[in-house]
């Protein structure tokens, strides 16, 4: 029996607690996979789960941590092989199922995709569920037939995980990009990862008419409420805006006018539920398609003993770029 090193997060008649642990290989859930993880990633969903302030994890105790790297080293499945490298991510990985705030992990292989060269473990991380969530967005503006010739693409939030990912991806493929935020000082950073103009988030903010300026053919929207409703109002015919974030709010004050006038699409994209012909699909592509300097400007390497301190921290402050822990 091995013992290793694992956050746990309990609710109990004390309160709600978060603290390292030593663990055994009995204690891991249900899987058919077993790895030792290299790397993890500190989400904003992580953060909920270590602080409580947020019903991310849905039963008690739990290892946090949505995104894990690892290496197996023990399968019942003929699909994969001691020694296999495998991400993670999503798939109710810590918040119902032991995740990557560990050395260890017993997993379904039903939510691992094998890394795909050249990702290396710890830039699969930096990528990790913002990355995917944005190639995701990126497929789906694909299969509504949307190409870089049709015009210019817009991404919102474009600082933060997704919306940084959105942008290289996209300009990647050819689009022209132009770039959303609230941190005009973001400008330099966003046009370094592809953004071809940079625009003001507060022009995006205020409620606008039905039917606006044909601006976009595409969009990447990661803030939901007034701010999809504007870009809605600005896709041009036959355009499309992924939808896959809330940070501007859960409502959606828009009109039918863009969808039964121009034919816009509202393209919905989650990343959570276990698709995994999606998934492979959409790491190869990430593999294939992001500069590998690009991902690494956007990474922090911490230690796992300052990864509860900073997971605690994600939730009252902006975190900029991505997290990565390393396993001892
Ligand atoms: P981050 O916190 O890294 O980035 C969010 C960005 O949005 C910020 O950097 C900021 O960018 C902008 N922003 C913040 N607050 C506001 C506001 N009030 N109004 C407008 N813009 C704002 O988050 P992530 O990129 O990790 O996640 C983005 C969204 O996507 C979240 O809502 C998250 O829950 C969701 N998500 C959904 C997934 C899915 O499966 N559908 C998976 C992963 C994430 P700037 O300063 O550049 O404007």
Known sequence: MRSFKAIRVDKNSQGYEADYVEMSDSALMDGDVDVDVLYSAINYKDGLAVTGKGPVVRRFPMVPGVDLVGRVTGTGRPDFAVGDLVVATG????EAHFGGF??????????????????????????GTAGLT??????????????????????????GGVG??????LARAGWRVAAITGHAAEADYLKSIGAAEVLARDAFSAPGKALQAQLFAAGVDTVGGVTLANLLSQTQFDGAVAACGNVG??????????????????????????????????????AADLDTAI??????????????????????????????????
């Open 91 to 94: 798939c109710g990985v810590g």
């Open 102 to 127: 560990a050395q260890r992990a017993r997993l379904s292989g039903d939510w691992l995709v094998k890394l795909p060269e050249p990702l290396t473990p710890a830039r699969a991380m930096t990528v």
């Open 164 to 169: 940084s990912f959105a942008v290289a991806l």
């Open 295 to 328: 991902i690494d400007a956007m990474c922090e390497i911490i230690p796992f003993d300052q990864a509860l301190e900073r997971a605690r921290s994600i939730v009252s402050g902006k975190v900029r770029g991505r997290v990565v822990i390393e396993m001892p």
């Open 134 to 159: 944005a190639m995701f967005c990126v497929l789906a503006l694909e299969r509504h037939g949307l190409k870089p010739a049709d015009g210019l693409a817009v991404v919102s939030g474009a600082s």
């Open 249 to 286: 709010g859960m409502d959606l004050p828009a009109s039918v006018a863009p969808f039964i006038l121009r034919g816009v699409a509202l393209l919905g994209v989650e990343s959570v539920r276990p698709r995994i012909e999606l998934r492979r699909a959409a790491w190869a592509r990430i």
